[in-house]
């Protein structure tokens, strides 16, 4: 089957440029392809990981990924979906935060032999002569069109800086480099990418006379449209540092039923006629089983077999009430005889704050040892940890093995 065939029953293409060339293309050249990843963290989260798994898709297919790693665009940082501008960040801060999405990057995509390329723009765009800059790339580019777009209009109420407005045209210039040097016809990205990608398309095309393509996939966002990847304690993170494999595990563990099979299509690398025949019919609790092969194959790309075998045995003992497990969630609280279990929930981060610890405890969102908690002013003491410790369950899914300091 011809890849962008594959994608597109997966869910996974939002808008190409040119759908009919884009899928001929595909389906008799071997094409060299790219997208951007820039290091405004120390690590890659569940978005980047819907673009490696398009681009282990590419690769199996027989298409040459190029993930180009932002040391140049990562110094000014993409406008696109901002009300604010981002933090500044140093040379020292953008090269590490690169090379840990080196490592992220390796699990699902191959870069041995040439198979595929991890190319640094700040290479070039750091060494450029900015006269040289304008002339060749900043000629190309209307601003009248430019502010057009939606990226650039959301932030024009605030104020956009001069260093924010380059961004578009050096991200095009990538396109145009990587055209040049590696004949690379066609840039993937983010739905949210559209007019970056309109730009270095054009730009190809008026500096090299040269037709190129773009490509968009599908945001990760949940049926009712809201954008995935956040939790209350933040980001879902593919660093096992930042964000545990049992956490990251329990996290698809508990997606909607609506999402379920729509994610398998998406996210893990199954056939789709085995998802469709296995649970394209399920319903109520029969999706359990969906939502536990979700959570497991999506976890073994991102962590690994053993880390993803390891969660689903922890999270299967827990919640079965057989006892606790060494991979559960721990968290560990300064004791004090008495400690009230608000003050206890909100300085452990099992919530964000007392008020909402409050009105869990109100609603009867929470127990401890297995008994439901009604009283706000109930106080912890020696006798709930037992033997070191105590279970608290938050809701209907999350459980805390919390330890004393």
């Known amino acids: 089957m011809n890849v962008f065939d594959e994608l597109k029953r997966r869910g996974l293409i939002a808008q190409t440029t040119h759908e009919e060339e884009i899928r001929e293309l595909l389906g008799h050249e071997k094409v060299t392809f790219y997208i951007g990843f820039d290091p405004t963290a120390d690590s890659l989260h569940v978005g980047h990981y819907l673009q490696l798994v398009v681009m282990a898709h590419m690769q199996r297919a027989g298409h040459r990924p190029i993930a180009i790693l932002g040391g140049g665009t990562g110094m000014v940082g993409d406008p696109t979906g901002k009300t604010d501008m981002r933090k500044m960040m140093t040379p020292e801060t953008v090269a590490h935060n690169a090379n840990c999405f080196k490592e992220q990057m390796a699990r699902l995509v191959d870069f041995s032999d040439g198979k595929a390329l991890m190319i640094d723009n700040g290479d070039w765009l750091l060494k450029l002569n900015y006269i040289e800059f304008l002339r060749e790339v900043g000629i190309h580019f209307s601003v009248n069109k430019m502010l057009t777009y939606e990226c650039f209009k959301t932030r024009l109420e605030k104020g956009l800086s ?48 040269e037709q190129v393509y773009g490509m968009t996939f599908t945001l990760l966002t949940n049926s009712n449209g809201v954008k995935m990847g956040k939790t209350v304690g933040g980001a879902v993170w593919l660093d096992p540092e930042k964000f ?10 508990n997606v909607e039923d609506a999402d379920v099979v729509r994610f398998l299509k998406m996210l893990t690398f199954l056939d789709v006629d085995y998802i469709e025949s296995e649970f394209g019919h399920c319903e109520g609790a029969e999706l359990n089983r969906a939502k536990e092969v979700l959570a497991f194959e999506v976890t073994k790309q991102v962590h690994g ?55 869990l405890v109100q609603q009867g969102g929470v127990s401890l040892g297995g008994e439901k908690v009604t009283d706000i002013a109930y106080q912890v003491t020696d006798a709930d940890f037992g033997e070191g410790y105590l279970v608290l369950k938050k809701g209907k899914k999350a459980i805390y093995k919390v330890v004393k300091k």
């Open 162 to 209: 001069f260093i924010e407005f380059n961004y578009m045209l050096m991200q095009s210039y990538d396109f145009l480099k990587l055209y040049r040097d590696y004949g690379c016809k066609l840039e993937l990205g983010g739905d949210d990418q559209w007019a970056n990608i309109l730009g270095g398309i054009e730009l190809v095309r008026r500096a090299e006379g």
């Open 244 to 253: 545990s494999p049992y956490d990251f595990y329990q996290y698809w563990r």
């Open 305 to 359: 077999e053993e880390e993803a075998v390891k969660a689903q045995n922890t999270a299967r003992k827990v919640f079965a009430g057989t006892g606790v497990d060494e991979n559960m969630p721990t968290v560990e609280v300064s004791f004090e005889e008495g400690i009230s279990l608000l003050d206890l929930m909100a300085s452990t981060g099992i919530t964000p704050s007392k008020g909402e610890a409050r009105r």
